[in-house]
């Protein structure tokens, strides 16, 4: 007889939970709902959501919008993106989550002090991700984004530096960037770190491998978009070489089933549980 266990811990953060829920209660009320981008990072749960009426546009196609409803996910957006909507008419359902709302006010006001000497805001966080950008442009742009200890290397070390993080990066990362700045800093120049990632998404991590020791395969569910999937599958990797990453049940090689006493179905915070459940399915009806 197999076991197969869904990890409870696993599935969608508090803000991707209500950024659907937002979703869902203004598509029920017959209006057209816009959603800025992906409103998550999971192909299937955007494929349902369009099914109920939610139309997902790019940046552009919102420049050219005029008196309609904007659902903002939860990543969050810069300051240009409210100013176009003002101008255009569009009423803005805010779902940026309040973790990453937080981080862009501290950002904005670090920006906004009034230092007489050079400074360098810089972002521990992923290049063009949606979080990022919209960190980025609390500060009109000139905040450094770094996504490894590299490139941390590059950085002016004669300059002062307040180092930031997108709140779904590794804790780990974030350490051992912090460490090499402090030091390398230039006598006279100070550096300040302040630790912002998201403990409900970091926390995952020690989790998750555990879930992943207890057994003998292992299927990640998760789009392939998802920063935050690739990190937990690596952690799943790390414990577990039997670890596979489906972003369908219809991707799972039931070949692997067969040679499994327990199997471990898990996921990223962009992954909805449905999802993970039809994925059990699919192994049941052939376990």
């Known amino acids: 007889m197999k076991q197969i266990e869904i990890d409870d811990g696993s599935g969608f953060c508090f803000g991707v939970t209500t950024a659907i829920k937002k979703a869902e209660e203004e598509l029920k009320k017959g209006t057209p709902l816009y959603c800025l981008g992906d409103i998550v990072h999971n192909g299937r749960e955007c494929d349902r959501l369009k099914q109920l009426g939610l139309i997902t546009i790019d940046h552009d196609e919102f420049r050219r ?13 810069p300051p240009e993106t409210y100013e176009t909507a003002r101008k255009n008419d569009i009423e803005i359902i805010d779902a940026t989550c309040p973790v990453v709302l937080q981080l862009q006010k501290r950002i904005k006001k670090e920006y906004c002090l009034p230092d007489e000497r050079d ?7 992923k290049n063009g991700h949606a979080e990022v950008l919209g960190l980025v442009g609390q500060t009109e742009g000139k ?14 070390f004669t300059k002062d530096i307040r180092l930031y993080s997108q709140t779904t990066k590794s804790l780990d990362g974030f350490g051992q960037i912090t ?21 409900q998404v970091a926390n995952r991590m020690p989790n998750i491998r555990e ?9 990640f569910v998760s789009g392939k978009k998802s920063s935050n999937g690739k990190i937990l599958f690596g952690e799943c990797l790390k414990v577990n070489p039997n670890s596979y990453m489906v972003d369908d049940p219809d991707e799972i090689d039931l070949n692997l089933v067969s040679h499994a006493s327990t199997i471990g179905i898990c996921g990223a915070t962009s992954t909805p549980k449905w999802l993970m459940e039809a994925c059990r399915r699919r192994i049941e009806g052939q376990a």
């Open 119 to 125: 400074k360098q805001i810089v972002i521990y966080g």
């Open 65 to 77: 919008l005029h008196h309609v409803k904007v659902l903002l996910r939860a990543h969050g957006e």
């Open 143 to 156: 905040a450094i984004v770094i996504e490894s200890l590299d490139e941390a290397r590059q950085l002016d």
């Open 211 to 219: 879930f992943a020791r207890r057994h003998d395969l292992i299927f």
């Open 179 to 199: 460490e090499y700045i402090q030091s390398h800093m230039a006598p006279g120049a100070t550096f300040k770190a302040f630790d912002t990632i998201c403990r």
